[in-house]
């Protein structure tokens, strides 16, 4: 979703996370953003991997950076008019991430991809090694706090039916977010969208 967007001409970010073998399309992820997820986790004695769920000691943790997030989102994206945001770890860090928006007076719109379960395991377990079990753990924390923190204000949208029809399912991103952006870019979505990338 987020190259197709990126393709379709929304701002992802000053500098996004390069390609590689496991995702050799690019991953369209932002990493300043990247960077300081990271950090926050590590601080709040947790990982992109940890399946278990936070302390109300690391919710606490983790909020005590919204100033320098804010300051942060402030620079990356301040002056556009239409963004996107990617980066799995933004799922689990949602409180401090919507208290920032808030506080920023932006207006925010969660497109959550969705996916079996099997076949996320499937992919983490495949891609770094991680037990099917803990994998089945892990996708139900980052799920559980996009259920819980994400608002009213989302979109669903099957994994599945983006590869198999992603000009359709773009227009419904666009007619949730209340603007066009697809119109003079459905060459290079077409051209991006590669269903032998899907690895599980």
């Keep these: 979703m987020a190259g197709c967007l990126s393709h379709a001409g929304i701002y992802m970010g000053s500098e996004l996370k390069a390609a590689k073998s496991s995702n050799s399309k690019g991953h369209f992820e932002n990493k300043k953003i990247l960077a ?3 950090r926050v986790l590590k601080k709040s004695s947790s990982s992109w991997r940890d399946p278990r769920p936070f302390s109300t000691g690391q919710i606490s943790s983790i909020m005590n950076y919204s100033g ?3 300051k942060l989102l402030d620079r990356e ?3 556009k008019q239409l963004t996107g945001l990617k980066e799995p770890r933004c799922s689990l860090l949602l409180p ?5 928006f808030s506080g920023l007076d932006i207006e925010v719109k969660s497109v959550v991809m969705r996916r079996p379960m099997a076949e996320i395991a499937g992919s ?3 891609r770094n090694g991680i037990s099917l ?13 996009i259920d819980q923190y994400a608002g009213d204000d989302v979109l669903n949208i099957a994994f599945s039916d ?14 949730f977010v209340g603007d066009k952006f ?3 870019h459905v060459g290079a979505i077409q051209s991006f969208i590669d269903p032998r990338l899907k690895h599980f």
């Design 182 to 184: 697809i119109e003079g």
């Design 96 to 100: 401090l991430y919507m208290e920032a």
């Design 133 to 145: 079990k803990k994998a089945e753990q892990l996708s139900a924390k980052y799920h559980r706090m």
């Design 36 to 38: 300081f997820n990271v």
């Design 124 to 126: 983490l377990h495949k």
């Design 68 to 70: 320098k997030l804010r």
């Design 77 to 79: 994206y301040s002056g």
């Design 162 to 175: 983006l590869v198999k029809k992603p000009i359709e399912t773009l227009k419904e991103v666009e007619e």
